[in-house]
């Protein structure tokens, strides 16, 4: 599971590369670090074209996990002698989201896998965690971490995200997983992101009817990914005298 990516590179980069029409993220700074629920930067259709607008990690999770979570919470407060009204401490109960979607076959799913809810993730690097191996390890294509996308999905929902703020409505997203290749695989050997590389991939997942899209839900290449940091909760972009160094 991937739950922290980077993304240093500038948003005019970005937009240059994704074909980007329309901008909504200001002044957009340097994240070596994106952890759950933090605002990023995702590319999207919108009614003009291609836009870069930022959203909050971690889709709805699933009425399931909602219901058995706030079960939970009632039986909690139902022995320290409490009454609950369950309708609305469903409503309220907390959900931080679901950052990394694998099961595209879920009904909770299907229904944001059309082309108007596919997006795309801008990132640097992003890291999975093994403690034996010395905790959060960062892959890249090279030691510039060059720009590269996840394929997402994103979604405006209302909802619960941490108990302080209660009801808001956001713009949320996650992507999906896979199989790992080999290099992720021996740090990580449940799942790694699936990534788009090439012009051709992130059109295809923006625009080709579901069943094609999915087609792009496996891993990199073996060989195509490397370490280029480990122990550290943030990855920020290498100065070039590191780049030529290394």
């Not at 012009?199 to 997942?205: A, H, I, M």
Request: hydrophobic content about 40%.
């Amino acid at each position: 599971m991937c739950n922290l990516y980077s993304i240093t590179t500038n948003q005019a980069a970005i937009s240059a590369l994704f074909r980007v029409v329309n901008r909504y993220v200001g002044n957009l700074a340097p994240m070596p670090g994106v952890f759950p629920d933090y605002k990023a930067p995702i590319v999207r259709t919108g009614a003009g074209g291609r836009e870069l607008a930022i959203a909050r990690w971690g889709m709805p999770s699933s009425w399931k996990a909602l219901m058995d979570a706030t079960k939970k919470r009632a039986e909690k407060l139902q022995t320290k002698g409490k009454q609950v009204d369950f309708k609305e401490l469903l409503r309220m109960e907390p959900d931080s989201g679901t950052t990394n979607i694998r099961n595209v076959k879920s009904k909770h799913w299907t229904r944001w896998l059309g082309p108007e809810h596919r997006c795309v993730v801008p990132f640097n690097s992003f890291s999975e965690f093994n403690k034996a191996e010395g905790g959060d390890i960062w892959f890249a294509l090279d030691e510039t971490r060059p720009l590269l996308c996840f394929a997402g999905i994103w979604t405006n929902w209302t909802s619960v995200r941490k108990v302080k703020e209660g009801e808001t409505t956001n713009d949320l997203y996650a992507f999906l997983t896979t199989e790992p290749n080999a290099e992720v695989g021996a740090i990580h050997p449940k799942a790694m992101p699936v990534i788009l590389t090439t012009p051709e991939e992130v059109e295809t997942w923006m625009t080709a009817p579901p069943d094609e899209a999915l087609k792009l839900q496996r891993p990199l290449r073996d060989g195509a990914l490397r370490i280029v940091a480990r122990g550290v909760k943030e990855d920020p972009s290498p100065a070039p005298a590191d780049v030529r160094s290394s």
